[in-house]
């Protein structure tokens, strides 16, 4: 068995467990408190112990996948425990499972082994010292569990209200799929850059990239604001669940996207001119 295997089943039984352990925490809580608070709770659960996994095996990347399972998971789970299988209900976790399955298969392709950690958490590590753990905990893995808890409300909501497809459901679905779409593109462009690139201080400016610094994190919020019109376009009386995917917005613009760029400024040339010639997200060339 090679590394990566071995590496991929160690996740695959942390995930299990989680799950598990978020599901007894859901049956345990059933009917004592508010149904939304009882399926954060159990989401916490499952977070807490893919953490702890990540303590054991000394990875924090063991969370990585979290981000895109989490969400498919519970709208799974509550469509079968209220037994909603609308034709709309089912598109909308269609689109949800092609997302979740190109990020999630995005992971498994650039996963080596267990021992794998991202340079953010390198990063954070340096920086924490004694205190990483409560940061991993905290920062790495809970926050953008709440944040994607968040913004997967409008299809959770969906579900609990028996919702039924109406055509203003479309618009959503639409930027949904361009969105991942998105994603999807911009991540082979950057794939295909680096196989052909001389120095990794090199800059890419070919496909989306050539007028967009962050065309798969535009698709990203694209996708959650996609979520969110699925379920407010037919009454937008309940604006207030946009704020999922406005947290995702503001996360990607004040913390992603400032960390990635103060790491590639150290090694990419001329990479302060590059961000003046370039936008942050809209692939549109600049004046």
């Known amino acids: 068995m090679n590394r990566k295997t071995k590496g991929l089943l160690i996740l695959l039984l942390a995930y299990i467990t989680a799950f598990a352990a978020g599901f007894a925490t859901y049956r345990i809580l059933d009917g004592s408190i508010h149904l939304y608070l009882n399926l954060f709770i159990a989401d916490a659960v499952a977070t807490v112990v893919t953490w702890l996994f990540g303590v054991i095996f000394k990875s ?10 989490q969400t ?17 209900a089912i598109l909308f976790l269609v689109f949800i499972l092609f997302w979740a ?45 709440v944040v994607v808890y968040l913004a ?16 203003w459901n479309l618009i959503g679905l639409f930027v949904m799929f361009g969105g991942t779409m998105l994603e999807l593109i911009s991540d082979r462009q950057m794939k ?18 050539k007028y ?16 969110a019109l699925v379920y407010l376009l037919p009454d937008f009386s309940h604006y207030m669940y946009l704020g999922g995917a406005l947290l995702n917005h503001l996360m990607f613009l004040f913390i992603s ?12 040339t001329n990479f302060e001119q590059y961000k003046k010639e370039v936008r942050m997200f809209l692939p549109i060339k600049k004046a």
């Open 212 to 227: 967009s610094r962050h065309p798969n994190y535009l698709g990203e919020i694209l996708f959650w604001y996609g979520v």
């Open 152 to 167: 997967s409300l409008p299809a959770f909501t969906y579900i609990i209200d028996g919702y039924n497809f109406t055509p």
């Open 72 to 88: 498919p998971v519970i709208m799974l789970s509550l469509m079968i425990g209220l037994q909603h299988f609308s034709p709309g």
């Open 60 to 69: 924090a990347s063991v969370y990585d996948p979290y981000w895109s399972v």
């Open 257 to 268: 996207v400032p960390m990635a760029e103060r790491n590639m400024a150290k090694y990419k």
């Open 192 to 209: 295909s850059f680096i196989k052909t690139r001389k120095d990794r201080s090199e800059i890419i400016r070919t496909g989306l990239w």
């Open 101 to 145: 399955v190109r990020l999630t298969g995005n992971f498994i392709r650039g996963f080596h082994d267990i021992t794998y950690v991202d340079w953010r958490y390198r990063m954070l590590r340096e920086k924490t010292g004694p205190f990483f753990q409560l940061v991993n905990l905290c920062g790495i893995c809970m926050f953008p569990t």
